[in-house]
Each structure stands twice: as C-alpha cells, then as structure tokens.
C-alpha cells in the first residue's frame, strides 16, 4: 500500500517555506524534506504581487523536489493577515422525526449548513468551529452523536478571510505550477505543531510571533474558541532597531536575532556591540541594553495586545496550560519571562519535535517552522476524513513522472498518428469523388 504524501506550504512574511511529509510504518507522521526562500509580494500575511510571490513560492517548490525526489502537484496552503474574522453563529436543522437517532452524517450536515451564512461583502467563510450543540432544547452538548432528537443545533465560530487575498494566494500558487487543494487558517496549523490534544482540553493560547504578523488561537475543552491575527511581530522590531539605532536594515535583522533580549533589565550598560561602519567611517557602537529596550518596547506592545485577546473572551483565569510561543520571534532571549511577567500566566517555547516520527532534525524543530509542520499534521488529518478515490495524489516521485510524461507522449503520437491517418483518408476519398466525377464528366455515351 503506498502511503499518502502531503504538501504545505507557509506563506510569511519573511520566509516562504514547503514542507513535504507522509507517516511511517507506525503511523506515526514524517517530514520528508522542506524548501524554502526568501518571500517577496507578501506584506503582514497578505499578498501584495502574486507574480513576485510565486516566483518565491516556485523557488521552494524547487528546493524541496531536488530534496526528496518528490514532484509536487496539490498543496495546503497556510492563510493568516488582519482581515481574518471570527463570527458566532447559531444554526439548526430538523430530524427525520421525533426520536431520531442522531448519527455522524446529521452533525455533518449541520456544520456544512452554516456554509451558507450571508457575509459581508467581500468575505468568505474558510472554516466553520462547533463550539457546542443542542439537542431538543438540551444545551452545552460537546458530541451529540447517538442521542434521540428531532432539532439539532449548533453554536460555531464562523472564521472568514478576504475574497481577494484569498484569490490571491490561489493565483500565486497556480502561478507556480501547483493546486490548491484547501486553505488552512495559520493559528490552527501551528497549534497542531506545539500543543498537544491534553493542552487544548485544558485551556490553552497558542501565540505565534512571525515576521508580519502575530497569530493568536486560544483552545478550551478540546475546543478552537477564538482566533486573532495581530499586524506586529518580527519586523515591527527589526524596524524599530534600524531607527533607533541609525544602521540599515539587514545590520537590524542580524542585531536582533544574535544579540537580541525582551528584558531590558538582563542586559548590562557596559556591553557593546560594534556595527562597521560605512567606507572607512569609524564604527557605530551600541550598548546591549539600548538593543533591548528597543525590543522590549515593541514586544510589550505585541504580548499586550494577546493579552487583550484572552481577556475579551474571558480566558484569562482558564488557561491550565498558560501560553505556548512559537514562530521566530519566540527564540528571542527572555521572550518566556516578558511574556509571563505581562500576563501572569506560565508560558513555554513550542517545538513540533514531539508530534513527529522518524529523522528529525535541529532545523525543522526550530519555532519558526511550526505553522508549516501543522499544514502537514493537519492535512493528514483531512486526508484520513475524506474520500481519496477519485482525487490525484498531491506529489509524486519523480520517476513516476518521467513515465506519466513518456505515456502523455505516446498518447499524443498515437492521436497525431490517428489524425493524419484520418486525414489522409479524407484526402483519398475527395481524390476518388474527382476522379470519379471527371471521369462520368468525360465518359463517351455514344453518339447523339
């Protein structure tokens, strides 16, 4: 039996990164090889240039093909920016007839239902969350498979993105040779990457600091309950240092991830950091604890904002298992301490290794990768719930290839062949009828 490869890629801000997975004989998933390379088009999670953006998508693309040998065909898509909505919503459908068994198809159609809820223009639904169910007028039901009933309700978190965005990253990736085959919100990806299924029944915020963005997704009860997408992270400070301490912007990228601290109180004065300066000018020298006043100045801001996120929803006192960082920005020094000293709630960096079998390397367990990790986990997880009979297989070997090109060529000689053959045919019986007829034309009869 071959096993399922799937495709995800994450479009950031910053990076643009491919992720080839699959499980293992214990069904257990792998990661078979990531390619990435440097995003262009892409501004705070949005797509600015579709032609720029899928020429960094093709370049990823590439990369992990010559990796794994793989030829990719289908993809899961990562999709996150400020113009991601949530909307509670309740809905319902009536039963067969009093007493009816409730069964899987019936939640199904209730979910799938909602799909049809009147947006704003210019919005579309890209999930749709059961949050709860009713049942006859019985409330607060988590699964109301097998319980009698003739009315079935829903409570569901609507999450709706932007029609042209969306369009967008469609054309981007089709630009680069590929198909879309779902959309996946960013936050929930990542969170299937660091938090783990006894987190989420607990209470947990998965914050997830990239370069454009900061996506937010807070879990109770096993359940997605809110989802945010805050316009500040990795290169909100990046451009902070670049003002504040007058150098270039690549001078600013290096300073923060080699030197960087969120807590201005654990750098000390008297260590400098020395930037060369321009032909021959003296060089610029900054102390440790400017850089990390800078840096904490803006994470504030970030952390303050997720804070107001959970507060808004009244978590704030039913995360058991507190905060969980990822992406880039979460490898920055005393990140964890800023983040609990705002908050109050215990917090910890997340890593994808403990979801993942097989090879795992020092690269694919750093933060950053935990949204297009979770592309992969989740796109398993859709692929195990439908029904795969009819659909093309997202990537195949390369060797597959070379003989599904060498088939298409025989197949296209074969009809030329036939086409000529036709013509000819064609050609033969007009020449006959000319024949034919110049010859009745001609034909002595006799005389007159």
Known sequence: MEREIVVGIDIGTTKIAVFIGSKDEQGKPIILGMGKSESIGVERGIVRNIEQTSISIKKAIEEVEQKTGYVVKEVFVGIAGNQIRNIQH???????????????????????????????????????????????????????????????????????????????????????????????????????????????????????????????????????????????????????????????????????????????????????????????????????????????????MIIDQVLFEIKSKKYEKKLIAGIVLSGGGAKMRDCVQLTEFITGIESRVGTPQDHLGGTITEEITHPMHATGIGLILEGLKKLEKEDNSNKTPMAIKFSETIVEKEEEKIVEEEASKEKNEKKKSSENKTKGFIVSWLEGLFKDDGPE
């Not at 059961?130 to 409570?155: A, H, K, R, T, Y």
């Open 90 to 300: 309740r809905g319902n459908i009536m039963l067969e007839s009093k007493g009816h068994i409730i069964k899987e198809a019936d939640r199904e159609r209730l979910i799938k239902d909602q799909e049809n809820l009147v947006l704003q223009p210019g919005e579309k639904i890209i999930h749709v969350v059961p949050q709860s169910f009713i049942v006859d007028g019985d409330g607060d039901i988590i699964n109301p498979i097998g319980m009698p009933g003739s009315c079935l309700e829903g409570n569901f978190n609507i999450i709706t993105g932007n029609v042209s965005n969306i369009e967008n990253i469609i054309r981007s990736v089709e630009m680069a040779n590929c198909k879309v085959r779902n959309l996946i919100l960013e936050p929930i990806a990542s969170a299937e990457a660091v938090v783990n299924a006894s987190e989420k029944e607990a209470g947990v915020c998965l914050v997830d600091i990239g370069g454009g963005t900061t996506d937010v997704a807070i879990f109770h009860d096993g359940i997605l309950r809110h989802t945010a997408v805050i316009p500040l992270a990795g290169n909100a400070i990046t451009d902070d240092i670049k003002e504040g301490c007058s150098i270039i912007k690549t001078q600013a990228e290096a300073l923060k991830t080699r030197f960087g601290s969120c807590l201005k109180e654990s750098a000390k004065e008297d260590e400098i950091i020395a930037i060369p300066g321009f032909r021959g000018r003296d060089p610029r020298e900054i102390s440790m604890k400017t850089l990390a006043g800078i840096i904490q100045a803006r994470m504030e």
